[in-house]
C-alpha cells in the first residue's frame, strides 16, 4: 500500500521517537544528507551515529512537529517545514526545546516516499 509524503512524515516522527535506528533507517533515502547547527551528515552511518549520540544524551526523548507546512509538492518530492519539539532527561533533569525543521521527501522507483534531506536550526 502506497503512502503519502505526509504518513511519510509521521512515520518518520514515530521511527524516530523509538529509539531504534533500524525504525528510522527505512524512511530515509541511501543518498541522505542531514545539516544540524553544528554537523553535517552525509552518509547513513553519520546520520545513524547522530541519532544514537542524542538518544544517549537525553533519555526518554520524544519529538513532535507542529506548524507543518508543504511548501512544494509534485509527483516525486514533497518539501515541508515546521516547528520541531522535544523533551526528555538530560542528566536526570528534564529538558525541553524547539527549533525549525525542513524535510524534503522524495519517491522512489517503488512508490515509497522517503527522506533524503533534514535540516534542524534552533530558533
Known amino acids: 500500500m502506497e503512502r503519502s509524503y505526509a504518513q511519510a512524515l509521521q512515520q518518520y516522527i514515530t521511527a524516530t521517537n523509538s529509539h531504534d535506528f533500524n525504525n528510522v533507517k527505512q524512511i530515509l533515502d541511501e543518498n541522505a544528507v542531514y545539516w544540524f547547527t553544528n554537523k553535517t551528515c552525509t552518509s547513513l552511518l553519520e ?7 542524542a ?5 526518554e526523548e ?5 506548524d507543518v507546512k508543504w ?13 520541531y519539539h522535544y523533551q526528555g532527561y ?12 525542513t524535510n524534503i521527501f522524495i519517491k522512489n522507483d ?5 527522506l533524503i534531506h533534514e535540516h534542524l536550526s534552533n530558533f
Open 47 to 53: 546520520i545513524q551515529s547522530n541519532f544514537e549520540r
Open 55 to 59: 538518544w544517549d544524551t537525553i533519555k
Open 62 to 66: 520524544v519529538h513532535a512537529a507542529e
Open 71 to 83: 511548501l512544494s509538492i509534485d509527483e516525486k518530492t514533497a518539501t515541508c517545514i515546521y516547528t
Open 90 to 101: 538530560f542528566n536526570g533533569e528534564f529538558i525541553s526545546g524547539k527549533g525549525r525543521a
Open 110 to 114: 517503488y512508490g515509497d516516499w522517503k
